[in-house]
């Protein structure tokens, strides 16, 4: 059986030489913190919420406390998580007062017969279990308040230009996958959006295949970066695909990146991990964070 091992990704993007160091230290707490769940006899499913809750408490990150504003104003925020054993998900859309937008999604993989709620449906379930919630305030990263003040004293841009901006910062998403003991595979994304999204805009984050996929099968694999391209290749079921024709997670990421750039002109990264154990990690960005760690061997860094 391979040994457990668990990967996480803070986002990939132009990251700032100032936010390096937090970015690289953010990734490996959340690695340690998914690890433990992992030592202590853990599922993968259980390791990889761990860790993308230690991601959207930190607002370094592009995800829960670290979210961007959309053009209204608010914080519309998507998560996913997925079961290789079984094939289960659950993902959430356009959430807005949720502390841990990770978690809820499970919640409507669990507790529901659904695979995908938004909006105010999905805040009426968090409310209902009793999920912390939080105000929007509390969700902005108080950097891209700033930057969204400054855009309504100088006017909004041209939506043509969310792009631009956007390819210039961190991506929209953080991530984990992670392979227990008994060679059950997970995977789980959040998202806090593009700054200045058109409101109601929903990424890759929250959709099977595109933002994340895993199948005990294969390997599972998350993805981060343009969104919008990202799901016209379905990327992450593309890269699970391309493991089960053989490749190792390494080569069936970068593979996956490849045809990313070729079919789409998309920017973006992967992380992954295939049955056997071994681990992927790629990205066609200037930088993307991440950390792994298997309890012997450790890394983290911001080039792939």
Same mark, same amino acid.
Do not use: F, S
């Given at each position: 059986m391979p040994r457990p091992v668990l990967v996480v990704h803070g986002g990939?993007?132009?990251?700032p030489e100032e936010r390096q160091a937090a970015a690289i230290e953010g990734c490996r707490r959340a690695a340690r913190a998914g690890w433990a769940v992992l030592a202590a006899g853990g599922s993968a499913l259980d390791a990889v919420e761990a860790a993308v809750r230690v991601l959207e408490d930190d607002p370094t990150f592009n995800a829960g406390r670290g979210s961007v504003m959309t053009r209204a104003g608010t914080v519309e925020m998507d998560a996913l998580i997925m079961d290789g054993a079984t094939l289960r998900a659950g993902a959430v859309a356009a959430v807005r007062r949720v502390r841990n937008p990770i978690?809820? @999604? !499970? @919640?409507?993989?669990? !507790?529901?017969?659904?695979?995908?709620?938004?909006g105010a449906g999905a805040e009426a379930l968090a409310e209902l279990l009793g999920l912390p919630?939080?105000?929007? @305030?509390?969700?902005?990263?108080? !950097?891209?308040r700033e930057r969204?003040?400054?855009?309504?004293?100088?006017g909004p841009p041209d939506l043509r230009e969310i792009l631009s901006h956007a390819l210039a910062e961190p991506m929209d998403t953080v991530g984990a996958v992670a392979m227990d003991a008994a060679g059950h595979g997970a995977a789980a994304v959040s998202t806090g959006g593009i700054s200045n999204q058109w409101p109601g805009r929903v990424g890759d984050s929250a959709l099977i295949g595109c933002g994340a996929y895993a199948d005990d099968r294969v %390997?599972?694999?998350?993805?981060t970066g343009w969104g919008e391209t990202l799901m016209r290749v379905v990327i992450s079921k593309t890269a699970c695909d391309f493991m089960a024709l053989g490749?190792?997670?390494?080569?069936?990421?970068?593979?996956?990146?490849?045809?990313?750039?070729?079919?789409?002109?998309? !920017?973006? %990264?992967?992380?992954?991990?295939?049955?056997?154990?071994?681990? %992927?990690? @790629?990205?066609?960005?200037p930088h993307m964070a991440w950390a792994w760690t298997n309890g012997e061997d450790e890394a983290a860094g911001i080039r792939g």
């Open positions: 990939a993007g132009t990251i978690t809820l @999604a !499970r @919640a409507v993989m669990e !507790r529901t017969p659904h695979v995908l709620l938004v919630m939080a105000d929007e @305030a509390e969700l902005v990263a108080p !950097r891209d969204w003040e400054a855009l309504q004293r100088n %390997g599972a694999v998350v993805a490749l190792t997670a390494q080569a069936a990421v970068e593979a996956a990146i490849r045809l990313l750039e070729e079919r789409v002109q998309g !920017r973006g %990264g992967l992380i992954g991990v295939d049955r056997m154990g071994r681990i %992927g990690i @790629a990205h066609n960005t």
